[in-house]
């Protein structure tokens, strides 16, 4: 998906979109626009960048993987093992960085959790 392009006919994003509260697509697209900019700085794909960033955020507790096929299962397989640098983090909480609209869940309640559960703290060996 890119700004100023049809989604791709095999996008699940029409009826996906339905389920989750309301986005702007020019939301989404900023966070596309930085995702691929990753993407090219670090040579890992779009999907990579997008599940290994939700795997380090404190508010999410698992990540679901809808591959279509075998080689999309396969690539985003390929976001665990490695780590996003800090500054690639950085953009991407600001790039996804939105007033929680009251009341939907989950972002209400996430934006308390996080406050509410500070980081585990690493102890020496």
């Known amino acids: 998906m890119r700004r100023g392009q049809p989604l791709p006919p095999e996008s699940r994003l029409h009826q996906t979109a339905l389920f989750a509260p309301p986005v702007s697509e020019e939301d989404l697209y900023d966070v596309v626009d930085v995702l691929a900019e990753i993407s090219e700085e670090t040579g890992r794909a779009i999907p990579q960048i997008a599940v290994n960033w939700l795997l380090t955020r404190r508010t999410v507790a698992s990540v679901i993987i809808g591959a279509r096929n075998e080689a999309q299962l396969r690539q985003n397989l390929g976001a665990v093992g490695w780590a996003l640098a800090p500054e690639y983090l950085e ?4 790039a996804t960085a939105r007033t929680a609209p009251y009341p939907y869940f989950p972002y209400y ?3 308390g959790f996080a406050r509410l559960n500070p980081p585990i703290v690493a ?3």
């Open 91 to 94: 953009k991407l909480e600001a």
């Open 123 to 125: 102890t020496a060996p």
């Open 109 to 111: 309640r996430q934006a």
